[in-house]
């Protein structure tokens, strides 16, 4: 069991966190891939970008407004582009705006350039961004816009350079070349980031599943581990108590095996509550609680409202599995007792950012003072399991009904 229990944990630990920099699947992550395809996407801007500069302002020989306008146009959602790819905040926003900004600039382009001084052969500064536009369009929008950024970009260039030059035909071979290089290009880079996330989100799936897998194999173990904690306290305690009791042949004897089997009970209704704070104590959020919490009352086959109130709220994961098993423990209580009328669970988050989970029943209720100490449901899967957390129980009960209150506040 022992080296069962090192396997389990040394694999657990051979899987990357998110926050473990460069450890093993970590890096081929969705979101380091993406923080990637930024990066080589800002390095190729800045290069074609400053290239696409240099080309229009060697150009002007004259302040034209038109033509700074269209720069202005261009080259301002370029800039921001290059740095929120560097800077890895509002990618998508930046990289949207340059590829809508740069579409806008070429539709334009023929109403600004001079025609007078065009030349077939030489290529306008403004058909270095083409591409530029088309890695815009991967970083910023969906597959099916990428594609139509990547296919359509070119042909609407080829378009803007044949009325640039009156559909002459000195223009067709040049422009026929320049549409036909930047559509294969752009296609390429689009199934390029189309495979480099797909290969992400394949190994992020796989990283779940495995993540999952050795959750289930922890609580198994920790399963098993409560189950001998159990055993041996069975055999110890409460066996030792009904030896003792057997051979009491005096009063002093046997009020000394009464002792004895209370302290046996005391520490069986503890077990669970003890157990409780051992585990994975990652935080979990409320919305994980309530899951749980339906999915009980699922299983039970009742058609309960689990009502959620006030802002979600983390609590760790020990505080999170005492509450669950001691909301457990009051519905099946109130399905027992009171026929399950009127039940319903409130999970409110608190002004102090604790979490408070409230079973209500309208059935007649009971007197908890009456319940004997052998009667371990209220004790030990309540009181104690909420205690064992430094949470707090409290059961209010009249003929109206029943509310089982389990509350936590973090120090």
Request: with cysteine; charged share 20%.
């Amino acid at each position: 069991m022992g080296a069962d229990t090192r396997s389990i944990r040394d694999a657990w630990l051979s899987v990357p966190s998110p926050g473990e920099a460069g450890a093993g699947l970590e890096r081929f992550t969705g979101h380091r891939m993406e923080r990637i395809l930024a990066i080589v996407a800002a390095i190729g801007s800045s290069a074609l970008g400053l290239q696409a500069l240099l080309a229009a302002t060697t150009t002007i020989s004259r302040v034209d407004a038109p033509r700074v306008a269209l720069m202005l146009l261009v080259f301002g959602p370029l800039l921001w582009m290059i740095v929120a790819c560097i800077s890895a905040k509002t990618v998508r926003a930046a990289c949207g705006t340059f590829a809508v900004a740069y579409v806008i600039g070429l539709l334009l382009w023929p109403v600004i350039v001079d025609r007078a001084t065009r030349e077939p052969s030489s290529q306008p500064w403004i058909f270095f961004l083409v591409n530029i536009a088309v890695i815009a369009a991967m970083l910023a929008f969906p597959p099916r816009l990428q594609v139509l950024w990547a296919a359509g970009m070119p042909f609407v260039y080829g378009y803007v350079r044949l009325v640039e030059g009156d559909f002459s035909q000195q223009y067709w071979i040049t422009t026929a070349f320049d549409v036909s290089f930047t559509l294969i290009l752009g296609l390429v880079i689009v199934s390029l980031g189309w495979m480099f996330r797909q290969v992400a989100a394949g190994v992020d799936e796989a990283r779940d599943n495995a993540v999952a897998t050795y959750a289930r194999a922890a609580a198994a173990t920790a399963a098993e581990a409560e189950r001998g904690a159990m055993s041996a306290l069975m055999h110890d305690s409460v066996l030792a108590a009904l030896i003792a009791a057997e051979r009491a042949s005096s009063e002093r004897e046997r009020d000394l095996a009464v002792v004895m089997a209370r302290e046996a009970l005391t520490r069986l209704a503890n077990t669970e509550a003890l157990l409780a704070q051992e585990g994975n104590d990652e935080p979990v959020h409320r919305a994980q609680v309530v899951a749980e919490l339906r999915r009980t009352l699922s299983e039970q086959g009742v058609d309960a409202v689990v009502e959620e109130r006030g802002p979600s709220v983390q609590v760790p994961g020990r505080v999170a599995r005492a509450l669950v098993l001691a909301a457990r423990q009051a519905i099946s209580n109130a399905l027992m007792h009171a026929g399950g009328r009127g039940l319903h669970v409130v999970a409110e988050t608190t002004t102090g950012h604790g979490l408070v989970l409230s079973v209500i029943d309208t059935g007649p209720g009971f007197d908890p003072d009456a319940i004997g100490e052998d009667r371990l449901g209220i004790r030990a899967s309540i009181v104690a399991r909420m205690a064992a957390v430094a949470g707090t129980s409290e059961i209010r009960t009249d003929a109206r009904g029943t509310m089982v209150v389990l509350g936590w506040e973090p120090a």
